[in-house]
């Protein structure tokens, strides 16, 4: 694998920002930020060998400065919601930045995806390291956190998540990209299949309410079986409404990087994505809030344009009482892998 690297742009506030890009013997390459640890394009042949970018981007700095939708980077220190942004911890109460309705989302205003990370590279991959202090967005806790970005000659991206602290505290860390296996245009007829039994259901903001739903009961939200995205999302089922779509919480039935806990597949473009994850959830978002907006190289996109599967650990989860807890201590290292396979059907 090769890595080389640009300057990508300087922030607002003055620091320079730097576009990586790791390309594979096949020619295939993901180009990263140090801003967000973003994964700003993912381009690999569809099955006809037309070089494809099935990721959503953007061409500017300014653009992933300004945007909300977390295209592409890491969210922490905490993905998704926490209920009132009130962190409970051994009896201590911290209040989060509350910057989505009632609740916190994804770390705070000027979360992870907000940040310029240190980058250290070789040949191997690359690793985005940063020190994130206590009370940041309303944290406890000094943070020492890395994500590490490998990219295989086979089309495999491999995150791997490293984290300490000196204090308790909260870490949930995942990617949100936003696949489109066609590269543009709406992604309702690729064809999903996630291993999991049971989402965690969710209250009219998005948050968990506590229960299960077994997706047994609940046609709609049930993806065991391959569907197209966009098969059911219309269907009047109260899960639906509340996320304006799919916005929920995947209960997968065996993580593990030797299993596989989501497939993504396009007919159009014969591109499959296979997803693999060490963490117990992946939320399912199909980019119901995703305004119109201008993307990389003049594509338009548009709600239900990308879909995420944000490996995760569940949401509130410290609140609700979900295992595993999510809570981090110090002395203890968080490990988390997720992997993003893909591969193309010659026709
Ligand atoms: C959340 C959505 C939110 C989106 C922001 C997702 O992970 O679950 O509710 O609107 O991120 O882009």
Partial sequence: MEVTHRPFGVTKDGQSVTEFRLTNRQGAYVKLLDYGCTVRSLVLPDAV????????????????EERDGYLGAVVGRFANRIGGGKLVIDGQEYLLAVNDGPNHLHGGFRGFDRRVWKADWNEKGITFSRFSPEGEEGYP??????VRYEWSDENELTIHYTAETD???AVNLTNHSYFNLNGSGS???HLLQINADQITENDPDCLPTGRFIELADCPAMDFRTAKPVGRDIEIPDQNLRNGKGYDHNYVLRSPGIDREAARLYSPASGITLVCRTTQPGVQL???????ERCGKNGVIYYPRGGVCLETQHFPDAIAKGFVPSPILRPGERLEETTIYAFSSEKP
């Fill in 285 to 291: 978002y199909s980019a119901n809030f995703l305004t």
């Fill in 187 to 189: 992604v309702l007829e």
């Fill in 141 to 146: 806790g000094n943070l020492q956190v890395a």
């Fill in 49 to 64: 060998g037309k070089m494809t970018d099935i990721v959503l981007g953007y061409d500017t700095l300014r653009e992933y």
């Fill in 167 to 169: 204090a308790a505290t």
